[in-house]
């Protein structure tokens, strides 16, 4: 069983940065998937940003060039730096985690993904 806690969740105006951290409770798998997902109230869940233990890493349109995903495997820690925020960007953000890597890690980390987080709240105003 994996824990994730999501932190460095806040409230910043437009243009603004956070750095959202991802801790997992226990050593990750030899191979796996992590991600970031985001749900905003009336709207669906949808991929932020994905990460495996290749080191591969892919990104939803809206967020490429101001979001970049990494990982800290020493301290069993994953990132979502979010720079030039919108408000558009408002929204509870979660963290999943699976022992698998998928081909299409959006489509298939946010259906399969054994793990979540809390969520962490990102509030961005105009």
């Known amino acids: 069983q994996v824990q994730l806690v999501e932190s460095g969740g806040g409230s910043v105006q437009a243009g603004g940065s956070l750095r959202l951290s991802c801790a997992a409770s226990r050593d990750t798998y030899i191979t796996y998937s992590m991600g970031w997902f985001r749900q905003a109230p009336g709207k669906e869940r949808e991929g932020v940003a994905t990460?495996?233990?290749?080191?591969?890493?892919s990104y939803a349109d809206s967020v490429k060039g101001r979001f970049t995903i990494s990982q800290d495997n020493a301290k069993n820690t994953m990132y979502l730096q979010m720079n030039s925020l919108k408000p558009e960007d408002t929204a509870m953000y979660y963290c999943?985690?699976?022992?698998?890597?998928?081909?299409?890690?959006?489509?298939?980390?946010?259906?399969?993904?054994?793990?979540w987080g809390q969520g962490t709240q990102v509030t961005v105003s105009s």
């Open positions: 990460i495996d233990s290749d080191g591969r890493t």
């Open positions: 999943a985690a699976d022992s698998r890597v998928f081909s299409e890690p959006f489509q298939a980390l946010g259906v399969l993904a054994s793990y």
